[in-house]
C-alpha cells in the first residue's frame, strides 16, 4: 500500500442480482485529503459508501484502510467478508465514520444523546470495567460526556444540547450527523450528500467546516456531493463514477475538462445539467 494513501479500493464489483451498481471501481484516497466522489443519479456512489462502511459485502474486489502509525494496513475486504451488521461494527473500530444521505439520527432522543449511543463502541468496553471498578466506569461515562460536548462545540451546537435531535432546524441536524460521526474518533470520515437540502448560505458554512476537520482535526474527508460549486472548491481530488465505472479521476481543473465527464454530465437530468 502507497504510505501516502488512507485508503484504497480496488477492482470493486457490487452486484444486485442483474444489477451492477459498481463494476471495477479502483481509487485512492490520500492520508490528510479531502477527496469527492461524483457522478449523476444512480452512478454507483452510495453503493461504493455502503461497501467502505460495511453495510453491504462487496461481490469482489478489495478495500484496504492504512494502519495507524506505521501499523500493518487492515484489509477491510477481510473484515467485510464476515456478516453483515458485524462489518459495519468492525469498520467503525478500524476507523471509518460516516453520514447519511438521507439523515438518521434518534430523533426522540436528546442531541446530546445522540452523540453518547455513537460511542457505544467505547462504552461497550468499559461495561467489564463497570463490573470490575467503578471508577473507572465513571471516568469513561466523564469522557464520553466530554466527548460529546467537545464535538458539538466544534459544531456549534452546544445550546442545543438538551434539544430533542428531531427538533432541530434541517441544516442543524445535518451538522449534528457530522458531530455524531466523529465523535467515534475515525481517521476517515465518509459524508453523503451533506449539502443536500441546505440553502446557499449553510453550504458556505459547511464547506467552512469540512475544511476545519481536516486542517484542524486531522481527519481525511471522502465526500460524496452534487454541489459541483462546494464541491470544486473544496476538493483536491475527484473521483467521477458513471453507470457504477470509474471515468474519471484528478483534481478538480482535470475532471472539468474531462471530455468523458462532459459527456456523462450533459446525458443527466437537467438539473445536473452545466454541473461539470
Ligand atoms: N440494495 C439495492 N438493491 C438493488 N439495487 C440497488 C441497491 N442499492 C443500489 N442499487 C442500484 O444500484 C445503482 C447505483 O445506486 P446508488 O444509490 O449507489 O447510486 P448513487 O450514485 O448514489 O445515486 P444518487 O446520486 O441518486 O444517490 C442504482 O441503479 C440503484 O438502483
Same mark, same amino acid.
Given at each position: ?15 444486485? %442480482?442483474?444489477? *451492477? ?56 475486504? %477481510?473484515? +467485510?467478508?464476515?456478516? +453483515?451488521?458485524?462489518?459495519?461494527? +468492525? ?38 470495567? %463497570? ?56 481517521? +476517515? ?41 462546494? *464541491? ?41 445539467? %452545466?454541473?461539470?
Amino acid at each position: 500500500m502507497d504510505p501516502r494513501n488512507l485508503l484504497e479500493v480496488r477492482n470493486l464489483t457490487m452486484r444486485f %442480482g442483474g444489477i *451492477v451498481a459498481n463494476n471495477d471501481v479502483s481509487f485512492d484516497v490520500a492520508q490528510g485529503s479531502i477527496t469527492a466522489l461524483i457522478g449523476p443519479n444512480g452512478a454507483g456512489k452510495t453503493t461504493v459508501f455502503n461497501c467502505l462502511t460495511g453495510f453491504y459485502r462487496a461481490s469482489e474486489g478489495t478495500i484496504h484502510l492504512a494502519g495507524d502509525q506505521g501499523c500493518a494496513p487492515l484489509e477491510v475486504g %477481510g473484515l +467485510l467478508s464476515k456478516p +453483515l451488521i458485524g462489518g459495519s461494527y +468492525l469498520v467503525a473500530r478500524a476507523g471509518i465514520a460516516r453520514t447519511f444521505q438521507n439523515i438518521r439520527l434518534f430523533r426522540e432522543m436528546s442531541v446530546v444523546e445522540n452523540l453518547l449511543v455513537a460511542q457505544h463502541n467505547h462504552l461497550d468496553r468499559n461495561l467489564l470495567s %463497570g463490573a470490575l471498578g467503578l471508577r473507572r466506569y465513571r471516568q469513561a461515562e466523564r469522557d464520553g460526556i466530554e466527548r460529546a460536548f467537545h464535538w458539538l462545540r466544534v459544531m456549534d451546537l452546544e445550546e442545543d444540547a438538551n434539544r430533542l435531535a428531531g427538533e432541530l432546524p434541517y441544516g442543524r441536524q445535518r451538522r449534528l450527523e457530522i458531530a455524531r460521526a466523529m465523535c467515534t474518533g475515525p481517521r +476517515l470520515v465518509c459524508l453523503d450528500e451533506p449539502a443536500a437540502g441546505l440553502n446557499p448560505r449553510e453550504k458556505a458554512d459547511l464547506a467552512e467546516r469540512i475544511q476545519h476537520l481536516r486542517n484542524e482535526h486531522r481527519v481525511t474527508v471522502l465526500l460524496i456531493e452534487h454541489d459541483m460549486s462546494l *464541491v470544486m472548491g473544496i476538493s483536491e481530488h475527484i473521483v467521477v463514477l458513471d453507470h457504477g465505472e470509474v471515468i474519471a479521476a484528478g483534481d478538480p481543473q482535470e475532471v472539468k475538462n474531462s471530455p468523458a465527464v462532459i459527456t456523462a454530465y450533459l446525458g443527466a437530468d437537467d438539473d445536473e445539467e %452545466g454541473a461539470a
